[in-house]
């Protein structure tokens, strides 16, 4: 009984930490244009879309979605803890003349050209550092001049072939584990900030050998892709994300970092990996401050 007391008081404290810091977040609205809703038979599934890193590539998604370019394709690969990725079946007859021109990658940029980042660890498994900006994971290689956004959970990125400048309109979704071995050779355009358990749900194609393979016709399908923007306004929402330039943002690096909450008694390193720091979201109604 006095074990049980004891878990349940420290899970409410933990809970109460996690409320109080949640309290003191700074969130910044996304605007609608930079949103990308993409609506499954079980679901919806918002984007942040990130221009500021990857342009042509945000541009190059908009206007595939806009021509109703999605809508029918189906996430013909998706393995466990890995990405879940869709794009049109290009051997089927109504697709043979409709691909999209291929787009050159844009997986890193000038370090000196950098928006404001946020630090988070030095050095990193895969980089001299890692950071937040806009909300988004990155890293850095300040010899190298270059910066480039990270594979973490929720992450929206182009597939392509061998050549790294083949991609055209296939993309993926990393839905388990960080595949950070991906960084800087795939580019990295937009992250999920709703419906992650939605895409957890997408059917799993891949199965164990032994396993009869899943039938095509059980592949789940994209219903629509569309900008937030371009929705009646009564289907929109309004969606604020944590501010990671701000204070509170840094202060709950170093919490994550340091773990002095009673419970870990044993207390694990200083080490703190990009890809474990959640940036919450949230809904809110259209006509609160946006501030």
């Not at 690969?77 to 007859?93: C, K, L, N």
């Not at 950098?114 to 988004?136: H, M, N, R, W, Y």
């Not at 050998?209 to 309004?238: R, W, Y």
Request: charged residues 20%; neutral net charge; proline residues 8%.
């Amino acid at each position: 009984m006095l074990k049980k007391l004891l878990t349940s008081l420290i899970a409410a404290g933990m809970i109460l930490a996690s409320c109080q810091a949640l309290a003191e977040t700074q969130w910044r609205t996304v605007s609608p244009d930079n949103l990308m809703v993409m609506t499954l038979p079980h679901g919806k599934v918002v984007f942040e879309l990130a221009p500021q890193f990857s342009p042509k590539h945000v541009a190059h998604f908009k206007a595939l979605a806009a021509s109703g370019h999605y809508d029918g394709n189906k996430f013909y690969r998706v393995i466990d803890g890995f990405v879940a990725q869709a794009g049109p079946d290009e051997s089927a007859p109504e697709n043979k003349d409709k691909k999209p021109q291929t787009i050159a990658m844009e997986s890193e940029w000038s370090l000196a050209k950098s928006p404001k980042i946020t630090p988070v660890q030095s050095p990193d498994l895969f980089a001299e550092q890692t950071g937040f900006s806009g909300g988004f994971a990155l890293a850095s290689d300040s010899k190298a001049n270059k910066a480039w956004l990270t594979h973490c959970p929720g992450v929206l990125a182009l597939a392509r072939g061998n050549d790294p400048d083949s991609g055209s309109s296939h993309f993926y979704i990393t839905n388990g584990q960080a595949p950070r071995y991906l960084d800087r050779i795939m580019t990295i355009f937009g992250r999920v900030v709703y419906g992650m358990p939605h895409v957890q749900a997408i059917t799993r194609t891949a199965v164990i050998e032994g396993e009869a393979p899943v039938d095509k016709a059980d592949f789940t399908p994209i219903v629509n892709m569309a900008l937030m923007s371009s929705l009646p306004a009564s289907e929109q929402l309004v969606i604020q994300v944590e501010d990671t330039e701000s204070a509170a943002f840094a202060k709950k690096l170093v919490d994550r970092r340091d773990r002095s909450h009673a419970f870990f008694y044993k207390k694990p390193p200083p080490v703190l990996d990009v890809c474990q720091v959640p940036v919450a979201s949230r809904i809110v109604p259209a006509n609160i401050d946006k501030g």
